[in-house]
């Protein structure tokens, strides 16, 4: 038996080593290369499903919600497993017809085992409808999105901006804070500006899949996941009131309002137009519309008050006074005689509107006297009028808290401009300089600059920092984060000047344009008409602060090739100005046909329209 | 008195019977069940296109069938098993027979016979009644005469199953009586030496299509030690020449006469993941190593192996079963298993040896055999140490014929141990 206990032990210590070699191979992949197992088993089994929290709601100044998110729910079927049978059933829940449905499953079906997206934009009620009867829906499941929900009549198209998955250059450029692929992103407006406060931060659920890509189960319960966190909301400074009204007067109308505070830089209401439906941006973008819109002759992707860039015509006398009161060029009382044109070059060149005769300040402002500041621009250095207009914000980029690039800053020439524009001697003439007296000329504001002065005018001389948002709020917390704008300006304006320059303007609304007095609430404007090469007739423009005494609304309108001043935009300001202060629209007495009026001085069309070339 | 003779009687006979080996049996059949449960009924179940949760009913039926069977096998007198050890081989050639003509084609290879619903796999079979028919040869002969003769009888006895069985396109299965041939001639007292000359050449295989240096390094290596051995210059030759020549044949078959699909087939467990493989065969064992590398020390926990749970083991519930194991398990599951399988295995040599007659000894030899030669092939194929080979892991994997077959050895060598002493020393 020696030689059967030898045998034995051969045998036993052959399965000892086919053991040992066994366990060290197994040890090798348990212990030694774990990581890079598991790292293959996680890439395999476990995927990370983005959750988009809601983004940041906007509240208008009254706590009206402005816009919200609506979850919307994107259905996939996995044709592998899917009942082509059930398309009829699917396509009725649905309400939507069967034929759709059925080609985007005959495309899915290239690839049995890839989930693919078979009806997107599928409300709650819909989904509910076929989540009944999953039990005979094999191979369906669905995925949550957050769409942009606007639940006021306001659009306000440009200065909200609107949502799109990131592009592949936002997306490069904003790595770093943790976008990727699909991620919405905002575009232009305050979407863009305020992105990275409203976007929140988006969560991550972990999810075991099987091999054929379906979800399983959630992996480690759980445990791994992370909530997302929701964007803050925005407590707006406009009224969305007045803002669904300033977009109810422009029907026909090219241009732009702003409204705001002159106390603070608040803007109240902000429209130009034409503009668009931003809820085109929440569904598919129809191709088809996308450019309609970018292609428009209208150009309604351009934001007319920020953008749009034109003389401001006499809305600049007040301006033009207030430089020559405090350059000593004219004293309040001293007076400048008008033939109805100034006399230098004959009177063929400069001419006024009316033969004024003897006019002081107060009543140049008053009749909008041509000859009068053609008088003060001969006596006053163009460098100079440059510093005081800087000073009031023109020919600068006015601070606004929508998407940079957005906002133009215009031109106001010094002689070194002119000399560069004009070089050489006799290039530009002093009769340039006396054309900036009346607004016309080289020379280019927009309609946030032109309220932005119009504010200081009314408030003793602040150049407020206008601005959308009064406060971002967490809305788990509650916590008021305001956001940093710049200080406003207080300017060294001299207060009696100030007050000549309201007195006229007062009087311009009580007496030269009667028809734009609000009733019973006094308030200060200036007409202006600019020269433009775009179309027929000039642009309508205004400025109006109100009430006189105590502003509380400073407004400033651009009416594109609508004729004077006191026509299309002054009755817009007017009535912007009523409906803001007092809530309504009182149409007793001659206000009813002003009001009907105003929706008859429509804008002419361009130039490029009628197919004709621009001037 | 004659009811205390039976009392003494029945006490013998009841510590004869071997808890050691019942309860490792009853312990892997009772891991098996877990780990089918797990790949068949975790969360994912639900998905698979082909629900295999009646694997694991399916089992449980086996497993009592082989509860039942072994039983029976332990009532049954140790005449019976040697009185119907050439019947049963018989019988069980006659079913590969007609395997291979009424058979169904299960997964490639034609190896199954159906009665009504219950199939089961003839191949299986055909190991039992092989092993029992070698005991019985080895058993009548006078000992301590081998000769060549004799020795080829055996090596028909095994190769005749084992042709039929590649016959019906289960190389795999086949490949278990190729091992049991050296198992079986070493136990029928062959020459050691001669034992080295026939298991050096396939392991010079197996290093030539791993790696060509250490393969020329185990032949020299195996020549030193031949020579060493014996100082025989013909065996030493002979040793150089078999070694050598398989190490050569691997290589020229690898290169110039296999095509582009076998060799990948062969060499793809050598590197799995590489891109040239793991879209093929590869792929099955990246993802099984994955799931056994990423258990760790103790495994991630019944049910919660993602890739089990995620259906990525391809035939997770029978061929690949140890990567469940593996991944939900961990590396103390694996030892836990691989430590059960030494202990039966030992045992079973043990009971094997000290049942001090022939028969008994080489059935509980060949069922050792058995068992190992399927541990390593398995666990070798779920690790990527071997090439993907269809066999089951012994009384772990799903499958009702393994099951009962294997069980039904274990039985055999539990009966003979327990009747040890009713060994005819005339050897029938």
Redesign the interface.
């Known amino acids: ?1 020696d ?3 030898s ?2 032990r ?3 210590a ?3 080593i ?2 040992g ?3 060290l ?3 090798k ?3 030694v ?2 990581s ?3 790292g ?3 890439n ?3 995927r990370e499903w983005r959750v988009q929290p809601p983004r940041g709601r906007f509240y208008d100044r009254n706590g009206v919600l402005m816009v919200d998110n609506e979850p919307r729910f994107t259905l996939f079927v996995t044709p ?2 899917f009942d082509k049978e059930t398309i009829p059933l699917i396509s009725r829940l649905l309400e939507r017809p069967d034929s759709v449905i059925a080609e985007r499953f005959q495309a899915a079906a290239k690839n049995p085992f890839q989930r693919a997206p078979i009806q997107a934009d599928v409300s709650f009620e819909e989904l509910s409808r076929v989540l009944e009867h999953r039990h005979i829906l094999p191979g369906v499941d669905y995925e949550i999105t957050q769409k942009r929900q606007y639940l006021t009549d306001a659009r306000m198209t440009h200065a909200m901006g609107y949502v799109r998955e990131i592009s592949e250059s936002a997306l490069q450029e904003h790595r770093e804070e943790g976008y990727v692929w699909g991620d919405p992103f905002g575009q232009g407006g305050l979407e863009r500006q305020y992105e990275s406060a409203v976007r929140g931060v988006p969560g991550s659920d972990f999810k ?5 890509g ?1 979800v ?2 959630e ?1 480690l319960d759980g445990q791994e996941d992370r909530p997302a966190k929701n964007g803050l909301d925005l407590n707006l400074t406009i009224d969305a009131d007045l803002q669904a009204f300033a977009e109810s007067l422009f029907v026909g109308k090219r241009g732009g309002v702003v409204a705001l505070d002159p106390r603070n830089g608040e803007i109240l209401a902000l429209h130009s137009a034409p503009d668009y439906d931003l809820d085109l941006f929440t569904k598919r973008l129809d191709p088809q519309k996308w450019d309609s819109i970018t292609t428009h002759l209208d150009k309604p992707m351009f934001n007319r008050v920020t953008q749009s860039k034109f003389m401001p015509g006499s809305t600049f006398k007040p301006l033009i006074a207030l430089l020559a009161l405090g350059m000593g060029e004219i004293d309040y009382n001293d007076e400048v005689y008008c033939p109805g044109y100034h006399p230098l070059g004959g009177g063929r060149i400069y001419k006024c509107l009316d033969e004024h005769g003897a006019i002081n300040v107060v009543e140049a402002i008053k009749y909008s006297c041509n000859t009068f500041f053609f008088e003060m621009m001969r006596r006053i250095d163009v460098n100079s009028l440059h510093r005081l207009a800087t000073t009031l914000g023109f020919g600068e980029r006015p601070y606004l808290d929508i998407a940079a690039g957005e906002v133009e800053r215009g031109n106001v020439p010094d002689s070194a401009w002119y000399n560069e524009q004009f070089p050489g001697i006799g290039g530009w003439t002093q009769g340039y300089i006396m054309n900036l007296g009346v607004g016309q000329g080289e020379m280019e504001v927009t309609t946030l600059q032109l309220a932005r002065y119009m504010g200081a005018i009314a408030n003793g001389g602040t150049l407020v920092t206008p601005h959308f948002v009064r406060s971002m709020v967490d809305p788990e917390t509650g916590e008021h984060v305001v956001p940093d704008y710049p200080e406003p300006v207080t300017l060294d304006l001299n207060e009696t000047y100030l007050r000549l320059l309201r007195e006229g303007m007062r009087q311009v609304i009580e007496e030269t344009s009667w028809w734009l007095e609000i009733p019973d609430i006094p308030s200060i404007g200036k007409t202006g008409s600019a020269q433009n090469s775009r179309g027929e007739e000039d642009d309508s423009v205004f400025i109006m602060a109100a009430p006189a005494d105590d502003p509380e609304i400073a407004i400033a309108v651009f009416v594109e090739n609508a004729g004077y001043g006191s026509g299309a935009a002054g009755r817009t300001a007017s009535f912007m100005a009523e409906r803001f202060l007092t809530g309504r629209v009182d149409l007793s007495g001659d206000r009813a046909w002003i009001w009907q009026q105003m929706f008859e001085m429509n804008s002419a069309p361009l130039y490029e329209t009628l197919g004709s070339p621009g001037g | 008195m004659e009811v205390q003779e039976g009392d003494q009687y029945v006490r013998r006979r009841y510590t004869n019977l071997d808890p050691v080996t019942l309860f490792t049996w009853a312990a892997l059949v009772l891991i098996g069940l877990l780990a089918i449960f797990s790949a068949t009924h975790g969360p994912s179940s639900e998905f698979y296109q082909f629900n295999p949760r009646q694997n694991f009913s399916n089992q449980i039926m086996w497993v009592g069938i082989s509860l039942v069977g072994l039983v029976i096998a332990l009532v049954l007198p140790v005449r019976f098993f040697q009185q119907m050890a050439f019947p049963i081989y018989g019988l069980t050639i006659l079913l590969l027979l007609a395997a291979l003509v009424f058979g169904r084609e299960v997964n490639g290879a034609k190896s199954w016979l159906y009665f009504g619903p219950i199939g089961l796999q003839v191949s299986e079979m055909a190991k039992v009644g092989t092993v029992l028919a070698v005991a019985q040869v080895v058993g009548m002969r006078r000992p301590k005469t081998m000769d060549l003769r004799f020795a080829f009888l055996l090596l028909g006895i095994i190769m005749l199953p084992a042709i039929l069985i590649v016959l019906q396109n289960d190389t795999g299965t086949a490949l278990v009586f190729f091992g049991l041939v050296p198992i079986v001639l070493f136990w029928s007292g062959l020459d050691f030496n001669l034992l080295l000359l026939m298991i050096a050449p396939a392991v010079a295989g197996y290093f030539a299509i791993v790696s060509m240096p250490v393969a020329i390094g185990f032949v020299l290596l195996f020549l030193g030690f031949m020579w060493w051995r014996t100082r025989d210059v013909r065996i030493s030759v002979v040793s150089l020449v078999m070694t050598g020549g398989v190490v050569a044949m691997a290589n020229v078959a690898l290169t110039m006469i296999l095509s582009d699909y076998q060799v990948q087939r062969i060499m793809s467990f050598t590197d799995p993941g590489a891109a040239e493989f793991r879209q093929n065969v590869g792929f099955h064992q990246v993802n099984s190593m994955a799931a056994i590398g990423s258990g760790g020390w103790f495994g991630k926990g019944f049910l919660q192996g993602t890739q089990t749970q995620g259906g990525y083991v391809f035939e997770q519930s029978t061929d690949f079963i140890f990567s469940v194991i593996g991944e939900e398990w961990g590396f103390f599951g694996s030892l836990l298993v691989l430590g059960l399988f030494a202990i039966l295995l030992i045992r079973l040599l043990q009971l094997g040896a000290n049942m001090k007659h022939p028969f008994g000894v080489l059935i509980a030899a060949g069922a050792a055999g058995i068992y190992l030669i399927h541990i390593f092939i398995n666990i070798g194929m779920a690790t990527s140490l071997l090439p993907v080979i269809g066999i089951p892991l012994p009384f772990i994997s799903y499958g009702g014929s393994a099951l009962l077959a294997n069980s039904a050895l274990l039985a055999i060598v539990l009966s003979l141990h327990l009747k040890k002493d009713d060994f005819s020393i005339y050897g029938y």
Not at chain 1, 208 to 212: D, E, L, S, T, W
């Open positions: 038996m030689e059967g206990r045998r034995l051969i045998f036993i052959l399965v000892a086919i053991m070699i066994l366990t191979r197994v040890g992949l348990q212990i290369e774990r890079d197992h598991t293959q088993s996680v395999n089994a476990v592998r497993y075991m899949i099987n091999i054929k379906q399983v189960a992996y």
